[in-house]
């Protein structure tokens, strides 16, 4: 199976000694099968200063992090896009694609949880609220001939329904790890059929 990071490299509620923003790298794997849990995949991070924020740094945290990881990943996704040139660059410095996706949610989960423990404790904290996560509705595509369908059903599966994910044939994408959602195993998840010869 593909190993698969989420990466994020931003500013941070913190200041320095020289009163500039603290920068720093998160990447950690994400979750591909239905049981997975998100703390429990490789986990990186790295504080960096304003001053070297830039694409050759980024590159070399990510080395370091490959080198500390269990596998290189084959792919890199970041959900934020006016990051996207750098991340971009150091990506293709290592020969790794790296593509802007909403699917980060172990990142986020992640990075909700170090805004609440880790950067409070930390000299020089700032406590303001972080503007900078946006999603910019992307202009809409054609569907892919394979989509366009004769028929279609909304269904809905409860969350225990899909432990047996990785049995199913999955040819068009991955899995998706639902216990890091933290949701009750008789959740509805809303979903849609589309049938096609």
């Given at each position: 199976?593909?190993t698969?990071w989420?990466l994020?490299?931003?500013?941070?509620p913190?200041?320095d000694?020289?009163?500039?923003?603290k920068?720093?790298v998160?990447?950690?794997?994400?979750?591909?099968?239905?049981?997975?849990?998100a703390?429990?995949l490789?986990?990186?991070?790295?504080f960096c200063?304003?001053?070297?924020?830039?694409s050759?740094w980024?590159?070399?945290?990510?080395?370091e992090?490959?080198?500390a990881?269990?596998k290189?990943?084959?792919?890199?996704?970041?959900f934020?896009?006016?990051?996207?040139n750098?991340i971009?660059?150091?990506c293709?410095?290592?020969?790794i694609?790296?593509a802007?996706?909403r699917?980060?949610?172990?990142?986020?989960?992640?990075?909700?949880?170090?805004m609440?423990?880790?950067?409070?404790?930390?000299?020089?904290?700032?406590p303001?609220?972080?503007?900078?996560?946006?999603?910019?509705?992307?202009?809409?595509?054609a569907?892919?001939?394979?989509l366009?369908?004769e028929?279609?059903?909304?269904v809905s599966?409860p969350?225990?329904?899909f432990?047996?994910?990785s049995?199913w044939?999955?040819?068009?994408?991955?899995?998706?790890?639902?216990p890091m959602?933290?949701l009750a195993p008789?959740?509805q998840?809303?979903?849609?059929i589309?049938y096609?010869?």
């Amino acid at each position: 199976m593909a190993t698969i990071w989420e990466l994020d490299f931003y500013s941070r509620p913190i200041i320095d000694e020289r009163e500039k923003k603290k920068w720093e790298v998160l990447i950690c794997e994400s979750p591909l099968n239905v049981g997975d849990k998100a703390e429990s995949l490789f986990r990186y991070s790295q504080f960096c200063s304003s001053s070297t924020v830039n694409s050759l740094w980024l590159a070399g945290a990510i080395k370091e992090a490959i080198a500390a990881a269990p596998k290189r990943p084959e792919k890199i996704r970041f959900f934020r896009r006016q990051m996207a040139n750098m991340i971009t660059k150091a990506c293709d410095d290592l020969d790794i694609p790296a593509a802007c996706s909403r699917r980060t949610l172990a990142l986020s989960l992640w990075l909700e949880e170090r805004m609440q423990n880790v950067y409070p404790a930390e000299p020089g904290y700032q406590p303001v609220v972080n503007p900078s996560v946006q999603f910019i509705p992307e202009t809409p595509v054609a569907l892919p001939d394979a989509l366009i369908g004769e028929k279609w059903a909304f269904v809905s599966l409860p969350i225990a329904a899909f432990d047996e994910m990785s049995e199913w044939d999955i040819g068009f994408g991955e899995a998706f790890g639902l216990p890091m959602t933290r949701l009750a195993p008789e959740t509805q998840i809303p979903g849609l059929i589309i049938y096609s010869s």
